[in-house]
Every structure is written in C-alpha cells, then in structure tokens.
C-alpha cells in the first residue's frame, strides 16, 4: 500500500490536473464502496484545494448483482426521479464530478446480458440530457481509478489478495507517473506532448485516415470540422481540465457515414464482467455489417444491437505503442487502462466536443452533422507493432502517421 | 462470524418480524458501507420475502467527518434538494424503511459540537416532514445492527479486532434471540409478552406515574388519550410492523407540561461520540429547569438547548432489569441497545402514535394536546434495581408497577 504522504500526492494529481478543481467549487464523488479509505483522503484533500463542499455517491456492485438477478424486468428499468434530480443538481451547481472506476471486472458476468442491457437502457434514456451535458464538457469531470481487491485478483491471480492490491497500486502509481520528482510536472510536459500532436493533426486537417495491419484494411473519412482532442478539455466555465487519468491519447470523432472495410481488434475487451476477443468489424457507409468475434460474441452482440446508433463508430483515438501501458503487455479489464494502451475506435456514442462546432448542437442538429449518437460508448483495441496510419489531406496527399504502432511525425 | 445460514435466518428475522415485509413492496436500506456483507444477504433475502426493489443508500461516517471538519458552516447547513426528494420518494412508494445503526459511537468526537449541532438541525429541519411521517408510522420502518470493527473495539477494547467483532456478533445473537430452536417464533412469544404488558397499563388508564430512586423523585402526568405501545406499530396500509430489533420496552409520551421533580441517570449516554454520565435534571411545569452531568456536560447543553421542544420530555419507557440487555451490564454506545438495557427518557419529540387520536394531527394540532415537538429525540436510561414505579389512577389509587426495576404487575 502506498504511505499516507504518496496516497495525498496522487489525490492531488488527481484533483489539479484532472479535474483542476477550482476554489468554492463543490466536488461530486462516484465511488464503489470498497474504494472508502482513498475517497477519505480525496475529500480531504479537495477541501485543502478549495471546494466547496464535498458529496460521495457510493455504489455497491455486489449489491447491484443481487438486484440484477433478482428484480422483475418492469422493476429492472426503474429509475428513480430522484436519482435524476441528482444529476441535475450536480450539474446546476457547476460541480466537479470525479468517477473512480475500479469495480471488479467480473462482477456481473453472470448476469444474462439482455438483463443488463436493459436495465442499462433504461438509466441511459433517462440520463441522456446529462450524458450529452458530459460529453459536451459542461461541468468538470473526470474518470480515475485505484486497485480494489476482486479486480486485482483478476489481474494477479497468482498472488494473494494483499500482494496481488500492493502490485496493482505499483502498477497504478508507475502508469500514473507517480514515481516521478514532481508528477504533477510530469503530467503538464506528458500532456503538452499530446497537445502538440493533436496540434500538428488538427493543421493538417486530413480528409481520411487509412489503417492497415493484419486482418485490418479500413477508411475512416473525418468530418469537414473535425478537431484532434488531447487533455485539452474545456468546461462551460472555460476551465480546462483533463476527463481521464491517465490519458495516452489523441482522439476525434469519425463522419458517421464515413467508415469502409474491415478491421480486427488486438487486445481483449473486458465489458460486464466478459472477456470478448478477436472481434472483426466490417463497415459499409459508417454501418457495422458484419461482426463475429472468437470468445464473447454474444455480448459483443448485446453492445452492437443496443440502439441503431450502436452499429456505428463514435471515436478514433491515436495511442502508440510506447504508450507505458501497452509496454506492461497487462490485460487492465479497465477501460480507463486498457483504452489508453493502443490506438482503439469506439463503437456508438461521438464527442460532439470533437467538431469546432459541435457545442451546444440540438441532437438533431448533431446528428445531421454526422455526429453519431447511441447509449453505448465502447472502446476497443486495435493497435499493436503491426499497426500502419496514413492520414489523406484534403488533396489526396499520403502522409504517413503510424509505423509499426508508433508516431512517425 | 456467524455463517451465512445463520446470517440469513438474521435477515428473515428483520424482514419478517421487523418490517413485515409484503408482496410486492420496495425496500430501502440506509447502511453504513462497513456493513456491505449482510446487507448483499438482506438484499437477496429481502427480494425472496416478495420486496419488489431494494434500494440500498449508503453512508460512511468517516467521509462525513471530513466534511464536518472542514467545511464552512454555511455549507455544513446545505442540505442538496435530491436528498429531501429521495425521502419523499420513499414515502410516496411505501417502501420499507431499514435502517443500520452500527456506526462507530465514537467517529464525532472530535467535531465540536457547535457543528456537529448546526448541521443536524439543517437536515432534521429540511426533512421534519418525512421524520413526521416516521413517527407517525406512515410507512414501516425498522432500526436494527451488525457489528462494525470500531464499534466492537469501542464496546471490546481488550481485545484484537477479529475477536471484537466475533464476541460482539456473539452478543448481539444473544440478545436478538437468534439461539433459540425457532428465532422468529422467540420473537412473536417475547412481543405477544410485551404486548400484553401494554395492554394491562391503557386498561389502568393511569393519571400519573411516580418514580423513586436515589437522587429521583419524579411525577410524570400522562395525556388524556395516552396509549401503551410495545412492538405493534401499524403503517398507514394497516400492516403490522416491529420499529425496533431489538425491543425490551412498553412506553408512552408525557403530557409536554406535567413533568415535575428529579431525576438521575443511572447508566452512561453515547450521544455523537461523547459519553454523558449522572446526568440531573429538574423539572418544573414539563420543561428541564436545571441540568448537570459529571461527564459531558457540553454535550448535554447541546441536546437541551437544541430547541425549544429539547426542553421538554417525549418518551416515557419502561423496560424490567429482567431485559437480556439490561442483564449483560454492558454498555453497546447504541441508543437501539442501550435504551433497551432499562426504563428510559427521551428528551425531544414524542411520538404522535402514542396518543389514542394522535395520527394525522396537523403540528399545531399536536402541541395544542401537549405533545411535544423538538428536532431532537434524545433516550436517557434511569432504570437501576433501586427504581420503583408506581401508577396514579384516575381517581387517585396507587398501583405499584416496578419494584427495585422489575415488574410487579
């Protein structure tokens, strides 16, 4: 475990560069309950930075197990109004929203996966106008993590518990760049590196990207007014702030319409406690029309028939391979890790943040702009050393970006 | 521990001689985070006994701590609008109500009491119409325990904290009957007891009670349409429920303004983390007109100076020195066991379920029959084997009903 004194540091970094919190700011809080004794020490340390006030919203998966097998399916799609009101008072008082995902990965995988599309549905149409108000950067957030005891087991299962939790905070700390002098300078020079990637990409202003490596040939054309992100997030406040820690990538958002041929996924996806590998994907005009995958299809099946949106891209993220997560060569079953190992495009939900003039868009206004809306936002992994990038300008010129799974500009 | 059998027949215990939980019905549990383990087995157990949702809101007195220390005083009096919504959603649904009290007696003994106060009465203020509505018995409602690991250091202080935790499941096993062959047949056979205790005294129809012992001498007059309560609440569908497990007590309210003399406390109050002990009252015309303690006297003045209605009575409770909890001599810094050990006080709001006419009763309705109304509801023990009670009729005969703390009826 890490000491008390290296626990507040990483609080901070959390604090000041992700969410950059501001003085009498109030602070919201997601949290599994498991993850209490580091939520003590964020609380406190974000009344030293100068919220406001602090609010914990705790959630129990195991209890929500219980709930998933159990409950009728009418009962499973009922969302409280005050949950909603929540979330709508969060957003009001221009809070900061910190979400510490560290569940165990597993922890519904034997819930059938229709039973939880639904009750996932359900709170997602509900919560539509505040994802959107998320997606759009509105408040501060951030996704952060921390090791929790089922979910270290799950990646050290060799271990004991506690040596198995003592590996992941190493694990945590080093993707972290907790082991640096000063990792909060450590993030600013990381993050000004992304920064001028996204820089140079937004200047050259492709027309399309083409991806090739084994099993993958795939055309992904970009909206007239596409913008490359990094680390570069802007409240409606105009504070800016960084949604993930960590965060190895430049992303933007794909024309819905606008994606050819077919790619194949290099690394597992972990989603609702199920591993699904090899996933091949083939477009025809933005459309998933084709899909297998050699373990986990079924819910590989659940992510694609969601909603129509959930056959179509949301996101192109750029991550090379000397990415410190990909150089562990560790399955996370974490999103917030896994996605930030290597290049990944995700399946539904875009950023309209991604468009230079996607904010504040009605939802059809979006979507006349290409702009692809669904439930689901799903990452996955499709880079490796193999991995070739080639941006196309908007006068057919070739201009290499990827080589064998890194930068070449 | 007990195993999970055992903790099972526990839930079924709570659920079914507790809450009486019926078909169909919504659960909400208010849990400390420490007590996730039973409470995933109450959630399963609970959707068995037919609930239909069960919601669970978690707290942890740790993160609360935090806030209390740190934050402002005028955000320490912000009560979010979601969280007075959710209460309203609870009633409007006809959930159950359970809550956990297994918080570590001592979490707030270093928050001055000022604050602790200031914030207490924002919440108790925000939602006087919910706890209204609890003490009126809208809904079912329950307090019940597990142990906590603070908690069992705090009551077992000797001993290693996995021992603490054992002997006080062991404790609290015993004292909620959950030894015997059958344990919710032991509880029907013990309340039916209890029942017919209450029964015997709104036959008597009593004017007034006197108690005498060292350092008492106190005369409580009773409300016209008082009546005896022991374990059979009803909510407003007309079901049957058990608001307390465990219950050793038949109790009343006082007429607000016929209490008259002294009286001492004979064994120590756990109120917010601070111990109260040999606390002296004296009354004149209902209101507390002097006050002392050897110990805690701060805290004390903070309970009684809260409102206007904290200086006055609003329980009168008698439990026999016979009680499991009584026989055990130990202190549990838990009002749920405490005040089961032996006859007690509260100080602060009666309930209007014990007035024959009290239901339904607009607030001013209620003071104007002499029932008292305060943010608080303080319980204070002053049973001892030196306590006699004895009844006033109406037509001035004294019946003997404790004698040295046991029953003589």
């Known amino acids: 475990m890490p000491s008390q004194e290296q626990l507040k540091k990483y609080a901070d970094v959390l604090l000041r560069v992700g969410l950059n919190i501001q003085s009498g700011q109030p602070l919201v809080i997601n949290a599994p309950i498991e993850t209490a004794p580091f939520v003590r020490i964020l609380t406190e340390r974000a009344y030293v930075a100068g919220a406001s006030r602090v609010s914990i919203h705790w959630h129990d998966a195991l209890t929500e197990r219980v709930q998933l097998q159990m409950e009728s399916e009418e009962n499973l799609q009922h969302v409280p109004r005050w949950f909603i009101a929540r979330a709508d008072e969060v957003m009001e008082e221009n809070s900061a929203s910190l979400h510490i995902a560290a569940d165990n990965p ?13 009750r996932q549905r359900a709170i997602g149409e509900k919560l539509r106008h505040i994802n959107q108000k998320f997606m759009e950067d509105e408040i501060t957030w951030l996704v952060a993590s921390m090791p929790t005891a089922d979910w270290a087991k799950k990646m050290y299962s060799e271990l004991p518990t506690d040596e198995a939790i003592e590996k992941l905070w190493d694990t945590i700390f ?24 996204a820089a140079f990409l937004n200047e050259k202003h492709f027309a399309k990207l083409h991806y090739t490596a084994p099993g993958t040939d795939l055309w992904i054309t970009l909206p007239e007014t ?12 105009g504070t800016t702030f960084t949604a993930n820690l960590p965060t190895e990538e430049v992303y933007t958002l794909p024309y819905k319409y606008g994606v050819e041929g077919t790619v194949v996924s290099t690394m597992p996806l972990s989603h609702n406690g ?5 996933i091949q994907l083939r477009f025809e ?7 297998h995958a050699s373990r986990g299809e079924e819910t590989l099946k659940e992510i ?15 991550v090379p391979i000397s990415s410190p997560i ?3 060569q560790q399955l996370f079953y974490n999103t917030l890790f896994d996605e930030n190992a290597s290049c990944h495009l995700a399946i539904g939900k875009a950023y309209p943040t991604c468009l230079t003039n996607g904010k504040g868009k009605s939802e059809q206004e979006l979507i006349d702009m290409g702009v692809n809306d669904s439930l689901n936002h799903v990452d996955f ?10 941006g196309v300008t908007q006068d057919n010129q070739i201009v290499p970006l990827f080589q064998n799974g890194e930068w070449v500009i």
Chains 1, 2 share one sequence.
Request: hydrophobic share 40%.
């Open 326 to 328: 990909y150089q562990l």
């Open 381 to 390: 992994m499709i880079g490796s050393d193999q991995l070739n990038i080639d």
């Open 106 to 118: 597993d922890v519904f995988k034997d819930v059938p996966p229709q039973r939880l599309s639904l």
């Open 226 to 237: 596409h913008r490359w992100q990094a680390a570069d997030s802007v409240n409606a406040q």
């Open 274 to 278: 199920v591993i699904i590998e090899n």
């Open 174 to 197: 080093t993707v972290m760049r907790m082991n640096a002098e000063d990792p909060i300078l450590a993030w600013q020079t990381h993050l000004n590196g992304l920064k001028q990637r």
């Open 285 to 291: 005009g933005g459309r998933i029309v084709e899909y």
């Open 304 to 318: 694609i028939e969601l909603d129509d949106g959930s056959h179509y891209l949301g996101e192109v993220a750029l």
